[in-house]
C-alpha cells in the first residue's frame, strides 16, 4: 500500500532590520557577493539548522543603500520563542545589520506581497561634514530649496518612470503610484522622503539627481513633467550617489500609511 508524506509544518516570523548598506551589495543574495539577505540566510541556517530556510524582504535596496526598518519575513520548519530568533541572529550577524524584531505571524503573510506602500529618505549635507560622509551627498553650491519643492509635487500621483529607469526594466511596466514627495531643511541638513506603492531600480537616486539640478538652475520644475510625459535619457545622467539613500519604513496598512502622509506634510517645505 502506498503510504502518505505529510510534509512538515512550516512556520513564519516577521523580521523587522536596520541596516549600514556600506560594504554590501545590495540586498538580494548573489554567489559571489555579499549581500543582506545572503548575510540572514547564513545566520539562520545555523540558528535553525533548517537547509529550507527561506528569508523574503519587503523589495530590493541596491548596493550601498541602508536601511532604517526593513520588513522581512522568515519560513522554517523549526519552532523559536521570538526573542530567542531576535538574540541569535543579533550575535551571529555582522555588526552593520541589526535585528529590531521578531514576532509571529500568519504563514499568509508575505513581506513584499503583502506590502502597500514604501517609503524612502535621501540626505543632502549642505555643508562638508566629518562624520556624515558615509550617509549623506555633499553638495557644495547654494539651492532654491523653492524650486526644488516645486519640482517634487510634480512627481506626485499615478505617473509613468520610464525615464527614471535602467534600461532592463523598461521590459516591464514603468507606471509608479507616488503618495508624496517631501524636503526637509534643518540648515545643515536636506531630507527628500519619497513615498510610492513601489520603485523601480535606481528611481529614487534619479529622482533625488535631478532635483538638486532643479535646485542649482540647469533644470527647471516644467521639465519634470517634460520627463514623466516622455521618456528620456537626461535623468540616467543626475543618479545620486547610493551613501545618502536609505529605505524608511514599509507599510501593511492603509490607515497606518494615511497617518505616516499625514504626519509627513506637516513639516515639508
Known amino acids: 500500500m ?146 526644488m519643492a516645486d519640482a517634487g509635487r510634480r512627481f506626485t500621483g499615478m505617473h509613468d518612470f520610464a525615464s527614471f529607469a535602467e534600461k532592463q526594466e523598461l521590459k516591464k511596466s514603468t507606471k509608479v503610484m507616488l503618495n508624496g514627495v517631501f524636503l526637509y531643511n534643518d540648515g545643515e541638513i536636506l531630507r527628500l522622503r519619497v513615498v510610492g506603492s513601489h520603485f523601480l531600480w535606481k528611481m529614487v537616486r534619479k529622482m533625488a539627481g535631478v532635483l538638486i539640478e532643479v535646485g542649482r538652475g540647469n533644470l527647471t520644475p516644467d521639465q519634470i513633467s517634460e520627463f514623466l510625459n516622455n521618456p528620456l535619457e537626461v535623468p540616467t545622467r543626475f543618479t545620486a550617489p547610493p551613501s545618502g539613500l536609505f529605505f524608511e519604513q514599509a507599510f501593511y496598512d492603509q490607515e497606518e500609511l494615511t497617518a505616516f502622509l499625514a504626519t509627513a506634510t506637516e513639516t515639508c517645505l
Open 2 to 147: 502506498k503510504k502518505n508524506i505529510t510534509a512538515s509544518k512550516r512556520h513564519r516570523y516577521r523580521l523587522t532590520l536596520e541596516y549600514d548598506g556600506n560594504g554590501f551589495s545590495g540586498w538580494q543574495k548573489q554567489d559571489d557577493a555579499r549581500t543582506i539577505q545572503g548575510s540572514l540566510l547564513k545566520a539562520g541556517t545555523e540558528i535553525f539548522h533548517d537547509l529550507n530556510l527561506d528569508i523574503q524582504g519587503h523589495g530590493r535596496t541596491d548596493a550601498g543603500v541602508h536601511a532604517l526598518s526593513y520588513t522581512a519575513h522568515l519560513e522554517t520548519n523549526t519552532v523559536l520563542p521570538p526573542f530567542e530568533i531576535l538574540e541569535k541572529f543579533n550575535e551571529l550577524l555582522p555588526a552593520a545589520i541589526v535585528v529590531l524584531d521578531v514576532t509571529g505571524c500568519s504563514p499568509r503573510f508575505h513581506a513584499r506581497h503583502n506590502c502597500i506602500g514604501r517609503s524612502y529618505l535621501y540626505q543632502f549635507a549642505l555643508r562638508k561634514n566629518a562624520f556624515h560622509k558615509k550617509y549623506v551627498w555633499w553638495i557644495r553650491e547654494p539651492l532654491n530649496l523653492e524650486a
